[in-house]
Nanobody, 130 residues
Framework: QVQLVESGGGSVQAGGSLRLSCAASGDTYGSYCLAWFRQAPGKEREGVAATDSDGTTTYADSVKGRFTISLDNVNNTENTLYLQMNSLKPEDTAMYYC?????????????????????WGQGTQVTVSS
């Protein structure tokens, strides 16, 4: 069973930067997709960025050019997922979650239905003030 633990959230002013981390432990053998989602109060959870075990990445249009997802693949039982967030805007304010699901090569997408994510982390809050 994979476990995910996020960290790195906080409060920043618009234009600032934050780096989120998601420590993934457990069995991640095979092809999988790791993704960052966010959920603002009163809104549905939405995909922000995703990466597969081969390093292919996808982004939501709202964060392209500002956010970068990366994966430090130490081994098949210990990985760290990152989300570097630059030029932050007030509308980026949300609880950020990392999630993982099994996916065939080429099938990792940021548009994954949140109900189809296998494992979620507990979330980390990001607040951007204007």
């Amino acid at each position: 069973q994979v476990q995910l633990v996020e960290s790195g959230g906080g409060s920043v002013q618009a234009g600032g930067s934050l780096r989120l981390s998601c420590a993934a432990s457990g069995d991640t053998y095979g092809s999988y997709c790791l993704a960052w989602f966010r959920q603002a109060p009163g809104k549905e959870r939405e995909g922000v960025a995703a990466t597969d075990s081969d390093g292919t990445t996808t982004y939501a249009d709202s964060v392209k050019g500002r956010f970068t997802i990366s994966l430090d693949n130490v081994n098949n039982t210990e990985n760290t997922l990152y989300l570097q967030m630059n030029s932050l805007k007030p509308e980026d304010t949300a609880m950020y979650y990392c999630g993982i699901y099994r996916a065939a090569v080429g099938m990792c997408t940021v548009r994954r239905n949140p109900s189809l994510i296998d494992v979620w982390g507990q979330g980390t809050q990001v607040t951007v003030s204007s």
